[in-house]
């Protein structure tokens, strides 16, 4: 684990780190998975979401996890969904997502997970996903994208080939996510041009286009901290993830995921309505 200074330190002792703050989240969540948790809804009136929930889980880790870094890197900046932003202007931020997945986590479906991200100056360098109940963890750091199962071994990622729409496999969250319009129009398109759709898996079906299983995940309305975790995990596995545009998927927005660089550029093609 790094010492606090205003270097990063070492890839290796940022992985570590990382490390470390997955099994404090894991520790706080874990014991109130499937229990009868009090849940509060999030959403805004007439905002963009309808129903928006978080729990005790997604606050305790979330807490946990930023407790870690001010105590081990107090000049780093934290983006988090349940807290908000520290040190903005911080070089180095965490950007973390307690509970990727809260309905499902709600709903007792272990497709949920933990999302921790650092990123250098708006450079994502590295990224983890943990899934505590599952005992997965997908993470990349150095170029690398690794992961470990209920076995404790370890595995390096890879996607896998898909050169064509017709044959890829495609996940979304929900088709709720696409406003009407434009949004709806291009994920249509893309649905229809593809061999099979498959939702639900939130963060868990981008750790799977790295693991060569899926082949494309498109969503939309998506905030930093849901998505810049997972960039290094599917880029360092081989894949690419951008916005539907072909921008920088840091940002969230319109989010394409794709185990070939190949069909990426189709799907971007067809999204755009090209």
């Known amino acids: ?146 992961y470990r199962g209920p076995d404790g071994c370890t595995s390096r990622l890879r996607t896998r080939a898909c050169r064509a729409l017709a044959d890829a496999q495609l996940s979304s969250t929900h088709p709720e996510l696409f406003a009407p319009g434009e949004e709806a129009e291009g994920f249509a398109r893309i649905r229809q041009a593809t061999r099979a759709t498959r939702y639900g898996a939130d963060c868990y079906a981008y750790c799977l286009v790295a693991a060569g299983h899926i082949d494309l995940v498109v969503e939309a309305g998506l905030k930093p901290y849901d998505v810049v975790a997972l960039i290094p995990i599917v880029e360092a596995a081989g894949g690419v993830i951008t916005t539907w545009d072909g921008g920088p998927a840091t940002g969230g927005g319109r989010i394409i995921a794709a185990g070939d660089p190949e069909l990426h550029r189709q799907a971007c093609a067809v999204l755009a309505g090209r």
């Open 1 to 146: 684990m790094t010492t606090a200074s205003t270097a990063p330190g070492s890839v290796a002792d940022l992985e570590a780190f990382a490390h470390h703050l997955a099994d404090l989240s894991g520790n706080a969540i874990l014991p109130l998975f499937r229990t009868r948790l009090e849940i509060e809804d999030k959403a805004e009136p007439g905002g963009a979401r309808s129903f928006d929930p978080v729990t005790a889980g997604d606050r305790a880790a979330e807490t946990v996890m930023r407790e870690a870094i001010t105590r081990a890197h107090p000049t780093h900046g934290i983006v988090g969904e349940e807290f908000g932003t520290e040190a903005p202007d911080a070089a180095y931020k965490w950007v973390l997502d307690p509970i990727d997945g809260t309905r499902a986590f709600i709903l007792g479906l272990p497709v949920w997970g933990t999302l921790i991200g650092l990123t250098e100056k708006d450079r994502t360098i590295l990224g983890l996903m943990n899934q505590p109940f599952t005992r997965e963890r997908f993470w990349a750091a150095g170029g690398a994208a690794k």
